[in-house]
């Protein structure tokens, strides 16, 4: 399988289009920080990604999860009353 590269224009379209959350995951930066810095950053992050996809490498650290219980219903006590979420890391 061959990878077409990314452009910047693409990768800024991408951060355009993710809602501006407080939210974030394992490195702790939210949506709307990565939003507001998507001019400054979106070059690097177009070379890294053209660098790294033709190989098949996927950063590791953006492998890992926060995962948090969220409430669904019924006695907060009982544990199936809850379901698992997970915040990931976005990096466009």
């Not at 219903?73 to 009982?78: F, P, Q, T, V, Y």
């Amino acid at each position: 399988m061959k990878f077409q590269n990314t452009s910047t224009a693409e990768i800024g379209k991408i951060s355009e289009s993710l809602k501006a959350k407080d939210s974030h995951g394992y490195n702790e930066i939210s949506v709307k920080i990565l939003k507001l810095s998507s001019p400054f950053i979106s070059s690097p992050l177009n070379y890294i990604w053209n660098k790294l996809l033709p190989f098949g490498i996927f950063p590791f650290r953006l492998k890992y999860a926060e995962v948090a219980p969220l409430f669904k219903k019924a006695d907060k006590k009982d544990v199936s009353n809850y379901r698992p979420i997970s915040f990931i890391d976005c990096i466009f």
